[in-house]
C-alpha cells in the first residue's frame, strides 16, 4: 500500500470508527486521566498493534456499535501501522462531561488534522471514535 493510502487508512481508522452495528457486552475500563493522555495512550495503543486495550479506551456507546472480537479481527488485518507513523495531540477542550482532543497524523512527510470527541463514563475519559472528526 502506498504511504498515502496507509495514513488515510489510519487517519480513518482512529477518527471515523463505530460503523458496525453490533451488540458487545463487555465492560470498558480505561487508565484515568486528562483527555489529552487518555488519547496519547489510546494512540498510543494503536501504534503498537495493543488493539484489546485501544478497545477499552472506547465510550460504551461505541462498543455497542462493534465487539471486542471484531475491533481487533478488523485492525489486525491491516496490520501494525509503520515506524514512521507519528502523532500529536492537542488543544484540548472540556465542556462539563465531553471534551475534544485535536491530533496531527503525519507519515512519509503527510499529514492530516482532526479532533477526536472524548465522554466523561463515571470519572474516566473515553474516546468517543463515531463522533470524531477527519480534516486534511
Known amino acids: 500500500m502506498k504511504k498515502s493510502g496507509i495514513i ?3 487517519v480513518i481508522s482512529l477518527l471515523g470508527l463505530g460503523l458496525f452495528a453490533a451488540s458487545c457486552g463487555q465492560k470498558s475500563t480505561t487508565s484515568t486521566g486528562t483527555p489529552k493522555q487518555v488519547v496519547t495512550k489510546w494512540l498510543n495503543d494503536l501504534k503498537s498493534g495493543d488493539w484489546s486495550a485501544s478497545y477499552d479506551a472506547l465510550t460504551s456507546a461505541d462498543q455497542k ?3 471486542r472480537k471484531q475491533w481487533v479481527s478488523s485492525y489486525t488485518s ?3 501501522p509503520s515506524a514512521d507513523v507519528s502523532f500529536a495531540v492537542s488543544g484540548e477542550k472540556i465542556t462539563g462531561d465531553k471534551a475534544t482532543v485535536s491530533v496531527k497524523v503525519t507519515q512519509g512527510g503527510q499529514s492530516q488534522s482532526g479532533a477526536l470527541s472524548l465522554v466523561k463514563e463515571g470519572n474516566i ?4 471514535a463515531s463522533t470524531s472528526s477527519q480534516t486534511k
Open 125 to 128: 475519559w473515553k474516546v468517543s
Open 78 to 80: 491491516q496490520g501494525k
Open 8 to 10: 488515510t487508512v489510519l
Open 65 to 67: 456499535k462493534i465487539t
